[in-house]
């Protein structure tokens, strides 16, 4: 069996007849487990620690003592950081578990453990859509969502544009939270081979679920996750229905580093990068704690479990292409914040429950959510969308087909043909096709990639902003509903629980700050980036301001030479800087309440030059400071920051040479 039943979803979705697959309730937590993590003051924690080389009978211990706490018998789970692992009992509820051990003193916070699914556009096994004799060899449906821009095409992330300057760097690592991989696909492979993937982990605790004869171990190869008419919807795969091996981490891993020019198959978006397999779902979906354990792992941060060695390649981004519905809990944000504040850029797909809210972990503070766009820069009907998108991508979506007719514009993968264990390799395409927020969400961690391979100084909050500055509106015409409904195309409204919403015009309140365009944001963090920051306390009447342009940076390459700065507009209570103004700080002396606007103009060794303005609110007395907005990790960037970098963008478009026309294996143009 292949993925082609996939096809007729699409059909409905299209012709906004309500897809079965979008009314899937959410799978249950695992039952009886709570992922707990105990305050850093904890003297259990003291006493019997999380630490790496610490013993597995020490959370036993742990468990042992919170169980006699509660009067009930508590086994130990496997570890999920420093400070956090599950924890188990027989005959109660996880929710109900979860509420008792919150009240323990000692534990900072206490969750069920949930389930995650991938997040491919599901099965739809009534409907296989294969005509006999027609079906083509390898992908012949093209890659139209890594071109140029069209008026047919308007969502495609002009992706030759970007590698004009970089194709990506050997020493950026991106993270692929996934199924596991088939390291033997001649598009991929491992590093010593010449492929993009490195050796990776498997997280998948539970040797059913895993369906590998183990649980954790070094081995990330995907052994195919298929479910069984027997299996399905009964014991530990409760809510899960029959289906055949997806191969998703295999597909979701080659939309970023599928090899180039090398005469076969497809071309991933950031060929040069390597991508690490950290395999967290097994058959039907993976548990909460193996899938923030295998975050913290490929963040290159302590896991807690003894017998999971460091990770030698750490990521610089992770592509997490599975989630499920509900708000993001305090143990993902938790494990989130970690991981953003490493410095470690986190791109999530949005979900595919046709409009419905972003469900977890796209919806945690500091994750890149990622929307899927049909060809023609519409929403495609099964993603999801809401105020938590960052930015959208083309998703894949078949539009006026028949059965059994080629679908008109699927996402190119590799795959595997094995309904059950893997069979050959080879790609999808017009008939066997691939499509979801799934695929979304890998073309923008491939473009963060190529970004940081620009300029690896980027904090996570840099490429947010990078990506959201240059992203391309989105279209508002050049969308229909099919030959069957000649109905206009609506606007997107905001997710209402229940209701499905299919095809609709983009708002960026919705769906992000646009459309990526891989060129624009190469081209913006190529060069120098100046950044001005407000030094030390909140700025106050007769209290002098320091302002900071130390966050600013040079091109790859190149160091900052010199900092210009400027008083633009005094407000009547600044008349100039008090200090020197060819440094990395100033100083005013403000002499009362108001705004004033200065500009920092910052040249790197490489003669790149980059302009940065901020208007400064001075109060009339001292007030409490919030936390910087401008800080490390997930943060916010200032408007001023965004503004230098449009401008530094257009400046490097202007300048470029000539766009580089590269062949792209099999996928001619």
């Known amino acids: 069996m292949s993925l082609v039943h996939r096809v007729a979803a699409l059909v409905l979705a299209t012709l906004a007849v309500l897809p079965a697959w979008a009314a899937r309730a959410p799978l249950p937590p695992v039952p009886g487990e709570v992922i707990v993590q105990f305050k850093s003051d904890a003297a259990l924690l003291r006493q019997r620690a999380l630490a790496a080389g610490a013993s597995?009978?020490?959370?036993?211990?742990?468990?042992?003592?919170?169980?006699?706490?509660?009067?009930?018998?508590?086994?130990?789970?496997?570890?999920?950081?420093?400070?956090?692992?599950?924890?188990?009992?027989?005959?109660?509820?996880?929710?109900?578990?979860?509420?008792?051990?919150?009240?323990?003193?000692?534990?900072?916070?206490?969750?069920?453990?949930?389930?995650?699914?991938?997040?491919?556009?599901?099965?739809?096994?009534?409907?296989p859509a294969t005509a006999p004799g027609v079906r083509p060899h390898g992908p012949d449906s093209g890659q139209w969502y890594l071109r140029a821009p069209t008026t047919t095409v308007a969502?495609?992330?002009?992706?030759?544009?970007?590698?004009?300057?970089?194709?990506?760097?050997?020493?950026?690592?991106?993270?692929?939270?996934?199924?596991?991989?088939?390291?033997?696909?001649?598009?991929?492979?491992?590093?010593?081979?010449?492929?993009?993937?490195?050796?990776?982990?498997?997280?998948?605790?539970?040797?059913?679920?895993?369906?590998?004869?183990?649980?954790?171990?070094?081995?990330?190869?995907?052994?195919?996750?298929?479910?069984?008419?027997?299996?399905?919807?009964?014991?530990?795969?409760t809510g899960c229905e029959e289906a055949p091996s997806s191969w998703h981490g295999t597909s979701t891993a080659s939309l970023i580093g599928a090899a180039t020019n090398n005469g076969l198959g497809m071309a991933g978006s950031a060929p040069g990068v390597r991508v690490l397999p950290v395999r967290v779902l097994g058959k039907c979906f993976g548990s909460d704690a193996d899938i923030q354990a295998g975050m913290l792992w490929a963040a290159g941060l302590?896991?807690?479990?003894?017998?999971?060695?460091?990770?030698?390649?750490?990521?610089?981004?992770?592509?997490?292409?599975?989630?499920?519905?509900?708000?993001?809990?305090?143990?993902?944000?938790?494990?989130?914040?970690?991981?953003?504040?490493?410095?470690?850029?986190?791109?999530?797909?949005?979900?595919?429950?046709?409009?419905?809210?972003?469900?977890?972990?796209?919806?945690?503070?500091?994750?890149?959510?990622?929307?899927?766009?049909?060809?023609?820069?519409?929403?495609?009907?099964?993603?999801?969308?809401?105020?938590?998108?960052?930015?959208?991508?083309?998703?894949?979506?078949?539009?006026?087909?028949?059965?059994?007719?080629?679908?008109?514009?699927?996402?190119?993968?590799?795959?595997?043909?094995?309904?059950?264990?893997?069979?050959?390799?080879?790609?999808?395409?017009?008939?066997?096709?691939?499509?979801?927020?799934?695929?979304?969400?890998?073309?923008?961690?491939?473009?963060?990639?190529?970004?940081?391979?620009?300029?690896?100084?980027?904090?996570?909050?840099?490429?947010?902003?990078?990506?959201?500055?240059?992203?391309?509106?989105?279209?508002?015409?050049?969308?229909?509903?099919?030959?069957?409904?000649?109905?206009?195309?609506?606007?997107c409204q905001a997710p209402s629980a229940g209701i499905e919403q299919l095809q609709c015009y983009c708002t960026t309140a919705l769906c992000g700050a646009g459309m990526v365009d891989a060129g624009a944001a190469v081209a913006a963090v190529a060069g120098a980036l100046a950044r001005i920051e407000v030094a030390g306390p909140a700025p106050t009447a007769g209290s002098p301001v320091t302002l900071s342009g130390s966050g600013s940076l040079a091109a790859g390459g190149a160091t900052v030479a010199g900092y210009a700065w400027e008083l633009l507009d005094g407000g009547g209570i600044v008349n100039g800087f008090t200090s020197a103004t060819n440094a990395a700080t100033a100083t005013l002396q403000p002499s009362g309440a108001g705004t004033f606007r200065v500009r920092l103009t910052v040249t790197d060794t490489l003669g790149n030059v980059s302009v940065a303005e901020r208007s400064v609110g001075v109060a009339a007395v001292a007030t409490e400071r919030p936390a910087d907005p401008d800080g490390g990790g997930g943060g916010a960037v200032s408007g001023a920051w965004v503004a230098g970098l449009v401008l530094a963008a257009v400046a490097l478009r202007r300048g470029a040479p000539g766009r580089r026309r590269r062949q792209r294996g099999s996928q001619g143009r």
Not at 70 to 96: I, K, N
Not at 335 to 359: E, F, H, L, P, Q
């Open 56 to 127: 597995r009978g020490s959370a036993a211990e742990r468990a042992a003592v919170l169980g006699a706490r509660l009067g009930r018998s508590l086994e130990a789970g496997p570890a999920v950081g420093e400070r956090m692992q599950v924890v188990r009992a027989r005959g109660v509820d996880a929710a109900a578990l979860a509420a008792q051990l919150a009240a323990d003193p000692e534990v900072e916070f206490a969750v069920p453990n949930g389930r995650q699914r991938r997040l491919t556009a599901p099965n739809d096994p009534l409907s």
């Open 302 to 491: 302590p896991t807690g479990e003894p017998d999971v060695p460091a990770n030698p390649n750490p990521a610089r981004i992770i592509n997490m292409s599975l989630g499920s519905s509900g708000a993001c809990n305090a143990a993902y944000q938790s494990v989130v914040d970690r991981i953003t504040a490493a410095g470690v850029v986190i791109v999530a797909a949005a979900g595919n429950s046709t409009g419905g809210a972003v469900g977890t972990p796209g919806n945690c503070r500091g994750v890149i959510a990622v929307l899927a766009l049909r060809h023609a820069g519409s929403k495609v009907g099964f993603s999801d969308l809401g105020p938590e998108i960052a930015i959208a991508a083309p998703g894949g979506n078949c539009i006026n087909i028949a059965v059994g007719s080629p679908c008109l514009y699927p996402i190119v993968s590799a795959t595997n043909s094995g309904a059950q264990g893997p069979a050959s390799d080879g790609w999808t395409d017009s008939f066997d096709i691939s499509v979801g927020t799934s695929f979304a969400s890998p073309l923008v961690a491939g473009v963060v990639a190529l970004m940081v391979s620009q300029q690896p100084a980027l904090t996570p909050a840099q490429v947010r902003n990078a990506l959201q500055a240059t992203a391309r509106p989105f279209p508002t015409s050049g969308s229909d509903n099919g030959p069957d409904d000649p109905s206009p195309v609506a606007t």
């Open 155 to 237: 969502s495609a992330i002009d992706i030759e544009a970007a590698w004009a300057r970089t194709t990506g760097s050997a020493s950026v690592v991106v993270a692929l939270l996934d199924t596991g991989v088939r390291f033997e696909h001649p598009d991929l492979g491992r590093t010593v081979n010449g492929g993009s993937l490195l050796p990776g982990y498997d997280f998948v605790a539970d040797s059913q679920v895993a369906n590998d004869g183990n649980g954790r171990d070094g081995d990330p190869s995907d052994p195919g996750d298929w479910v069984t008419s027997a299996e399905a919807d009964r014991g530990t795969f």
